[in-house]
């Protein structure tokens, strides 16, 4: 069964970077659509990203596009989140998930309003805080 962990979560101020890693385990990441989840306090949980398992392309939601970029390192299992020009709003918990087939196509269609019903697993999260 694959199991996800999430790391690289910190207080950061506003403008700064961060790299979040998703280490995955139990299966082989290629087979899997990888997303990148956050949840805000009191927000529901939002979908940020995401990377095919056919060509590893990538998804972003409107309000990260060009700010950050995800990828998957298939040697060292991983997927990765680079953010850059963080903002207070992307304040929450991050989380990856694994997906079959063409899980990112929940993403593509319905962007920040996707809730990960495609993504069969998960991993527990890592607190992202932009804040001065």
């Known amino acids: 069964q694959v199991q996800l962990v999430e790391s690289g979560g910190a207080l950061v101020q506003p403008g700064g970077s961060l790299r979040l890693s998703c280490s995955v385990s139990?299966?082989?990441?290629?087979?899997?659509?990888i997303g990148w989840f956050r949840q805000a306090p009191g927000k529901e949980r939002e979908a940020v990203a995401c990377?095919?398992?056919?060509?590893?392309?990538?998804t972003y939601v409107h309000s990260v596009k060009g700010r950050f970029t995800v990828s998957r390192d298939k040697l060292k299992h991983t997927s990765l989140l680079q953010m850059h020009s963080l903002k207070p709003e992307d304040t929450g918990v991050y989380y990856c998930?694994?997906?079959?087939?063409?899980?990112?196509?929940?993403?593509?269609?319905?962007?920040?309003?996707?809730?990960?019903?495609?993504?069969?697993?998960w991993g527990r999260g890592t607190q992202v805080t932009v804040s001065t």
């Open positions: 998930a694994a997906g079959l087939d063409t899980a990112c196509v929940e993403i593509e269609v319905l962007g920040v309003l996707s809730r990960g019903e495609q993504f069969q697993a």
């Open positions: 139990g299966a082989t990441l290629s087979y899997y659509e």
């Open positions: 990377t095919s398992s056919s060509n590893g392309n990538a």
